[in-house]
C-alpha cells in the first residue's frame, strides 16, 4: 500500500489519512464535508452511519437499522417504534415520532 501522496509516515498512518480525507469533497470553489443519508429522513445529517448520531431533522438516532430490518421493533435508544413507523411518522408530521416536532428543524440545502 502506498501512501506517500497522502502524507502519511508508514502504512499503520495510512487508514487514518485515507479515513480524514474522506470526509472532504473538494468541488473547486472550497471543501465541503460528506454526509451520510438519515435512513429515516434521508437527508444527508449525519457524520458517519451506525454510530448512534441523532438526525436534526427528524430526531432518528441512527442504530444502524436500515431497509432490511426495517419493520423490526428493536427497543433501544428509538423507543418501541421500528424505523418503517419512524418513516411514516416523519412523512405525516415531520419528525420520526409525533413527541420530536418540537426539536426538529427543515433540512438544509446541502443536506438535500
Same mark, same amino acid.
Given at each position: *500500500?502506498? !501512501?506517500?501522496?497522502?502524507? =502519511?509516515?508508514?502504512? $499503520?498512518? #495510512?487508514?487514518?489519512?485515507?479515513?480524514? $480525507?474522506?470526509?472532504? @469533497?473538494?468541488?473547486? *470553489?472550497?471543501? =465541503?464535508?460528506?454526509?451520510?443519508?438519515?435512513? !429515516? #429522513?434521508?437527508?444527508?445529517?449525519?457524520? =458517519?452511519?451506525?454510530?448512534?448520531?441523532? #438526525?436534526? @431533522? !427528524? +430526531? +432518528?438516532?441512527?442504530?444502524?437499522?436500515?431497509?432490511?430490518?426495517?419493520?423490526?421493533?428493536?427497543?433501544? @435508544?428509538?423507543?418501541? +417504534?421500528?424505523?418503517? &413507523?419512524?418513516?411514516?411518522?416523519?412523512?405525516?408530521?415531520?419528525?420520526?415520532?409525533?413527541?420530536?416536532?418540537?426539536?426538529?428543524?427543515?433540512?438544509? @440545502?446541502? &443536506?438535500?
Amino acid at each position: *500500500m502506498r !501512501c506517500l501522496r497522502l502524507n =502519511a509516515r508508514d502504512n $499503520s498512518d #495510512c487508514s487514518r489519512v485515507i479515513q480524514e $480525507s474522506l470526509n472532504f @469533497v473538494n468541488f473547486g *470553489m472550497g471543501t =465541503a464535508t460528506l454526509r451520510f443519508r438519515c435512513p !429515516c #429522513c434521508g437527508f444527508r445529517t449525519l457524520d =458517519a452511519p451506525n454510530i448512534l448520531a441523532l #438526525c436534526p @431533522v !427528524c +430526531w +432518528w438516532e441512527d442504530d444502524g437499522q436500515e431497509d432490511f430490518d426495517a419493520h423490526e421493533v428493536r427497543n433501544t @435508544v428509538n423507543g418501541d +417504534w421500528s424505523l418503517e &413507523e419512524a418513516r411514516l411518522h416523519y412523512s405525516k408530521c415531520g419528525a420520526s415520532h409525533p413527541r420530536f416536532v418540537r426539536y426538529v428543524r427543515k433540512p438544509e @440545502v446541502s &443536506e438535500q
